[in-house]
């Protein structure tokens, strides 16, 4: 059974600097305390295994070390077994932050069934709005087809239900980010309560700026529409990574704005496009996710686009070379890249 004292001052010692460094990691990006947090919580619950706070952070930095998939069996234990409801709930929110960041869909739905538990059971207005805007990036997420429905998306006697799904999807990830910004923090007096009201905020945001870039992916043909569900993302996701300039997802969906920018918008400044997704993509590969599998899928596709086949394949490499369960992108996604590298394809997506 958990408890939430230990017995053993050294390892209360080691939870305590692996809170200190992931408190570091937070304000400098530095992911080498990500690991020493790690190393010390590995050693402190071989010592003591039922150490709440030894679990949680376990779990914590599991999730900012890109390694989400390693994080559910920290927060499972919490929720099935911590008696204090404040406790429970926070785990759960976490829980469901690790489902949403391996993308798959089966991950996805679970992710969406966690934050609406906590939106709906929890205390705490700042963890119920935090909840309700994950739904809203779950959702958003939810609009990329599964390889089957990918398939059907093929044939005109399928592609109208499937298209019918994402529309779904879209128009209730617009409504639940619209619903989160309109939301008042008038009458919450507590600091840390207000600065998670805004990080909803900031959430909510991602959420509807990739919702309409997801838009453009499945929903329209028409340059026009394109042109302007890029732009309403853009001013969504500029504002989001304004207020979490470390936050990788953030930056890594503003690279991809202007990746579809440049491969799709006739008229739009190309270089500056392209100088600014790569610029994105790097600061994500080089400092706030350090070699992360997407980044590096993501500036493949741009380097191909803009007929860098060289680069872009290079990119593509290394981006097979990550662990399956870490790089956030399919091998055979990664694989067909390649093959249109070496094909000489320049086309989006």
């Known amino acids: 059974m958990l408890h939430t004292l230990t017995q053993n001052q050294k390892v209360a010692e080691q939870v305590t600097s692996a809170k200190e460094l992931i408190d570091q990691f937070r304000k400098s990006s530095d992911h080498t305390k990500l690991l020493d947090a790690d190393r010390y919580l590995e050693q402190a619950r071989t010592v003591d295994p039922d150490y709440l706070r030894a679990i949680y952070y376990s779990g914590i930095v599991k999730d900012l070390l890109g390694k989400p998939a390693d994080a559910p069996a920290f927060f499972d234990r919490i929720v099935g077994e911590a008696r204090d409801a404040s406790i429970r709930a926070d785990a759960l929110y976490n829980l469901g932050i690790a489902y949403y960041h391996q993308y798959h869909r089966d991950q996805l739905k679970r992710a969406e069934e966690t934050f609406a538990e906590v939106a709906s059971t929890s205390s ?100 026009d529409e394109i042109r302007a569900h890029l732009e309403e993302s853009a001013m969504y996701l500029t504002s989001a990574f304004q207020a979490m300039p470390k936050d990788w997802a953030i930056a890594c969906n503003l690279a991809s704005v202007n990746l579809r920018f440049f491969a799709r918008c006739p008229g739009v400044d190309r270089d500056v496009r392209l100088k600014e997704a790569e610029q994105l993509l790097t600061l994500v590969l080089d400092t706030l996710r350090p070699d ?58």
């Not at 191909?304 to 394949?313: G, I, V, Y």
């Not at 070379?321 to 086309?347: C, H, P, Q």
């Open 124 to 223: 705490d207005v700042g963890l119920r709005t935090l909840a309700k805007a994950n739904i809203g990036q779950t959702l958003a997420m939810r609009m990329h087809p599964t390889a089957e429905e990918a398939e059907l998306l093929k044939k005109p006697a399928t592609a109208k239900l499937i298209k019918s799904e994402i529309r779904r999807a879209f128009d209730e990830a617009i409504t639940i980010g619209k619903e989160v910004l309109e939301s008042s923090a008038s009458g919450v007096r507590s600091r840390s309560k207000r600065e998670m009201l805004q990080k909803a905020k900031a959430i909510a945001q991602n959420a509807i700026g990739a919702a309409n870039m997801y838009f453009t992916d499945y929903l329209t043909d028409d340059t």
């Open 292 to 349: 992360y599998g997407f980044a590096r899928y993501e500036l493949g596709r741009l380097r191909r686009c803009a007929a860098d086949f060289t680069e872009a394949k290079l990119q593509f490499q290394q981006a097979l070379a990550i662990d399956d369960r870490y790089r956030d992108v399919s091998k055979k996604k990664v694989e067909l890249e390649i093959k249109r590298t070496e094909a000489g394809d320049v086309s989006f997506p």
